[in-house]
């Protein structure tokens, strides 16, 4: 999913909520592919930028000081974020496992259900 199609997607209906979520589903059911169906190069490569991107978007919210999110939560998030970047470096790299990436999204959808 590109940052574009996020863009659009936030023109839409769906509060802010449920919008994370539906990101969230989407990169995540890429990660799922690529671990299921032992996917090319190429498509892990997408896949795992897809998330990381994702990720660096929440991380730059959570940056600004408008962001009315706790601040402690706003740190972990950023966090979360910068953790996600060092170990897609290590998928594409050295081809660790993708599945800690899936957990933690999964963590996150959860979160934005129970809120």
């Known amino acids: 999913m590109s940052i574009k199609a996020y863009q659009r997607a936030a023109t839409q209906?769906?509060?802010?909520?449920?919008?994370?979520?539906?990101?969230?589903?989407?990169?995540?059911?890429?990660?799922?592919?690529?671990?299921?169906?032992?996917?090319?190069?190429?498509?892990?490569?997408?896949?795992?930028?897809?998330?990381?991107?994702?990720?660096?978007?929440?991380?730059?919210?959570?940056?600004?000081?408008?962001?009315?999110l706790p601040l402690a939560l706003r740190g972990q998030i950023i966090s979360l974020a910068m953790w996600v970047a060092r170990y897609s470096g290590e998928v594409l790299r050295d081809g660790a496992d993708v599945e800690p990436l899936i957990d933690i999204n999964r963590t996150m959808m959860e979160g934005l259900l129970a809120r």
């Open 13 to 68: 209906a769906e509060n802010p909520r449920e919008l994370e979520y539906r990101a969230f589903g989407q990169v995540t059911a890429a990660l799922l592919r690529v671990k299921e169906d032992a996917a090319s190069t190429p498509v892990v490569a997408e896949a795992i930028e897809a998330n990381r991107r994702l990720w660096n978007v929440f991380s730059a919210d959570c940056a600004v000081p408008e962001n009315q």
